[in-house]
């Protein structure tokens, strides 16, 4: 078997603009948004991760996309941010590998999904998580907290949806927004109070 030219996995957390629960994830993502436009903000944690043989554990990284009513007609604008703590290595390697230069999932959504690539900036990236409740911060940005829709099953887990074709991972939370803003790459959405779309989960990539 060949060798992987970079594998990172960690934690991921995510909020979008439509209403509780998205269409895209259980339409494949066929269906119809709520909004004229998606927005879609994807936070990562790498607990673990290199690429060759740059050691990526630590960093954090965020996907901005946009895209029309049905995600998989594409056309996406599609931006990057990467954590403003990595070395000029660790900002190439990482730079690449979300720019889709390198193959795996990325370069998946980049070479059949974007039309309009905004380019990655680098940033101070806060992520929390605290049991269901999550966080995401990004100076000049985007912004969002999210809490999972917990199950009445007694063991402090949320609802969870399987087998999807969601890109970080097939199963994810269920989350619900408290507020969800994004002001970077030429894009501008303030919500507040809506309970609108979330989800988190493990997430592992590699090429």
Not at 49 to 54: L, R, Y
Request: aromatic share 10%; net charge negative.
């Amino acid at each position: 078997m060949a060798e992987k030219k970079w594998q990172i996995s960690g934690e991921y957390m995510e909020s979008c603009n439509c209403d509780y629960l998205c269409p895209c994830i259980y339409t494949n993502p066929q269906g119809e948004a709520t909004h004229e436009h998606c927005y879609a903000l994807m936070a990562f944690r790498v607990d673990q991760g290199q690429c060759g043989g740059v050691d990526l554990a630590g960093l954090k990284f965020a996907l901005v996309i946009r895209s029309g009513r049905v995600m998989s007609d594409g056309g996406w604008v599609f931006a990057n941010v990467v954590d403003e703590s990595a070395n000029q290595d660790q900002r190439a390697a990482l730079s690449g590998i979300l720019a889709g230069e390198a193959g795996g999932i990325p370069g998946m959504i980049r070479d059949n999904l974007v039309s309009d690539f905004r380019g990655v900036q680098y940033k101070a990236i806060e992520f929390v998580q605290d049991g269901l409740k999550r966080a995401v911060n990004i100076p000049d940005v985007l912004s969002y907290e999210i809490e999972g829709v917990a199950s009445r099953n007694g063991k402090g887990e949320p609802f969870y949806l399987d087998n999807t074709v969601h890109p970080a991972n097939t199963r994810l939370a269920l989350a619900r927004s408290k507020q969800t803003h994004v002001h970077g790459f030429g894009l501008d959405l303030d919500m507040v109070g809506k309970g609108n779309n979330g989800h988190f989960a493990p997430f592992s990539w590699s090429a």
